[in-house]
């Protein structure tokens, strides 16, 4: 009996919890079917009808499909290059022993320490000086050059759990250094990819700091530069807000319900052995 009372009071707590962080989603997609009016007066209710009128109008008034592709080619070179430089730099700095090893790892960790964002004013005069301000290249550097430290990290860890037997017997069939990373290594570490994707993925696609400092040619904003002209000095689009906002999470929904899985093995390998 008493079992059975643990285990009730235990479901009843995960449930208010799941409660809590999905509520909010689920406000947020009520929301954009409501009228400006149903928002102020009825903020906690369900909306009269279903229309697509709000999203139809969102997608026009903003020019909402620029903004999209702007911010899927960013994120998804971005999430890439940081891929692939951080895996190669963590393979290199776990699986080799030189004498600048612990070195190097200490430099990558520095970026965990150090935020980019105080160093914004030199960076803007670089951007200035290489002509890549109002480019979305700016962006994707500086993205890149940010998210490094925390995947190096990631991936030296998911490395050191790796036996070296692996890189041996590939040697020993004839790979290389770079086709053991590639043929060996590369497959076994998906869950630490995906772990890094949607980390890195949802701070790219909803930063809002970098494409203020950087860009100023409208059709080159990102979603969250593009919802803010739903902002008045005076007044405020609230069910066009929400529409946007719905919108623009829905891909970073998407991405983690088809990688959750990858994603808690990422988060969980090492723990135990």
Known sequence: MALRLQQTCKYVVLLFFAFVSIYPILL????????????????????????????????????????????????????????????????????????????????????????????????????????????LTSLIIVYVAGHISFAVFVFYGFFRTLPKDLDQSARIDGCNDFQVYYKIVLPLMRPALATVSIVDLIAIWNDFFYPLIFLKSTELGTI???????????????????????LSSLPMILAFLFASRQFIEGMTTGAVK
């Open 28 to 135: 947020m997609i009520m929301s954009s079917f409501k009228t400006k009016m149903e928002i102020i007066t009825h903020p906690l209710g369900l909306p009269s009808g279903f229309s697509l009128n709000n999203y139809i109008e969102v997608w026009n008034k903003v020019h909402f499909a620029d903004y999209f592709v702007n911010s899927l080619y960013v994120s998804a070179v971005s999430v890439l290059l940081i891929l692939l430089v951080s895996s190669l730099a963590a393979f290199y700095i776990a699986r080799y022993s030189f004498r600048w090893s612990g070195f190097v790892l200490f430099f990558f960790m520095l970026g965990l320490m150090l935020p980019m964002r105080l160093a914004i004013s030199p960076l803007y005069m670089m951007m200035l000086k290489l002509k890549l301000l109002d480019t």
């Open 224 to 246: 969250p530069l593009g919802m803010l002209t739903l902002f008045g000095e005076y007044d405020t689009d609230w069910n066009l807000l929400f529409c946007g906002l719905t």
